[in-house]
């Protein structure tokens, strides 16, 4: 790995020194990840004129390789104690005769901002803007394998709760055993809080469980998502509780699986990124659902859950090959609960397959 760091480190460089600055300040954790590997909690990276350094308040873990930052890097300690890694490595950079600086100003607090200042007041600030997520958009063969692993320890989570007694059971209860199920089968932890949401709260989108408990009849959707080695998937399924669906049931689930089977189909390298976002929208929109449609059709995943690109109706990018993304249309009715269907896929081209399903749990309407 430490050759695809470097690669990542090199070309980071390349669009700053395009910019004007010799010198990089890395502050955002996904992005210090993705560009120095596992490092300690508020760690930083400086890339500067001669060196890089992985700047940290504490000597980083040693307890395996999958724990360690990237080995080439120079790892430089702060010195005492409450010291800030951020305001340390502008403090380097100055030091190592750099004029200017570029940095995460969307990540940087004004206190932050004013301290670096303070500490290298000949340091030209600049700002590299969103470069770091830019290049984490399009995933390597070893990122999407490890959304694979994490996806297929979701499913499995997903489908051994499945097969227990589910009648009785709080939301509250069975996501936090969904979330034990996901570190038992080799997780670093949930991607994101478990969303489980039974009767007048199902296909309510980011529905944060309570007490309320599962009762024959109801709709249940449950949404979740694994993190493995850094990278986070997402599934999410709804089911009826009981013997046999309702009819207006089976309709809205039908319209809904409807709906993100155009989304997932529209998914090829070119493909403008608000146009999918018509294709699942539309069937829902269509059939007099547009006011109980969420803000967004789907999103990129990696090291965060809510990545570019966004698949809203106003974003304006396109989609490329090896893109990781969610698609997860859903409709939810006040007081009567509601669908919501979500894969985790890659955007694949036609000859190579098409787009990659990642989630493949049943998407068929199971009576639970």
């Known amino acids: 790995m430490s050759e695809v760091y470097a690669l990542r480190r090199t070309r980071l460089r390349e669009c700053c020194n395009a910019g004007g600055s010799a010198a990089a300040l890395v502050t955002r954790p996904a992005n210090v990840r993705y560009l120095a590997g596992p ?48 305001v340390e490595a502008a403090g380097l950079a100055a030091a190592g005769g750099a004029d200017s600086l570029a940095v995460e100003e969307h990540h940087l607090t004004v206190t932050r901002h004013r301290a670096l200042r303070s500490v290298a007041p000949g340091l030209r600030l600049a700002d590299v803007g969103g470069a770091v997520e830019q290049l984490r958009v399009v995933k390597d063969e ?113 319209l809904v699986f409807t709906a993100q089977r155009a989304g997932r189909e529209s998914l090829v390298p070119g493909a403008a990124c608000r146009d999918v976002d018509r294709a699942a929208r539309q069937v829902l929109d269509s059939a007099g659902y547009a006011a109980a449609l969420p803000a967004l059709t789907g999103h990129g995943v990696g090291l965060e859950i809510d990545e570019d690109p966004q698949l809203t109706p106003g974003t304006m990018g396109k989609l490329d090959a090896c893109v990781p993304v969610t698609v997860e249309p859903g409709v939810h009715l006040p007081g009567r609960g509601g669908v919501r269907i979500d894969d985790t896929l890659v955007v694949r081209p036609e000859a190579d397959g098409g787009p990659e399903l990642l989630t493949i749990t049943t998407k068929e309407l199971l009576a639970l």
Not at 58 to 84: I, M
Not at 160 to 170: A, D, F, K, M
Not at 180 to 206: E, Y
Not at 224 to 234: I, S
């Open 39 to 86: 490092a300690p909690e508020g760690a930083v990276l400086l890339l500067s004129q001669t060196e890089d350094f992985l700047v940290c308040a504490g000597l980083p873990d040693d307890r395996g390789e999958q724990s360690r930052p990237d080995e080439e890097l120079r790892v430089h300690v702060v010195p005492g104690t409450g010291g800030d890694p951020a």
């Open 142 to 254: 070893e990122e999407i394998s490890c959304l694979r692993i994490g996806a297929e320890i979701a499913d499995q989570a997903l489908g051994e709760l499945l097969e227990s007694i589910l009648v009785g059971r709080t939301e509250r209860h069975l996501a936090l055993e969904l979330e034990r199920r996901l570190v038992d089968h080799g997780a670093d932890g949930p991607a994101f809080a478990t969303s489980v949401a039974t009767g007048p709260n199902a296909g309510r989108p980011g529905h944060r469980p309570t007490d309320r408990r599962v009762e024959e009849g109801d709709f249940l959707s449950v949404c979740l998502g694994a993190a493995y080695r850094g990278y986070r998937c997402e599934i999410g399924r709804t089911f009826v509780i009981g013997t046999a669906p309702a009819d207006w049931q089976i309709e809205l689930y039908d």
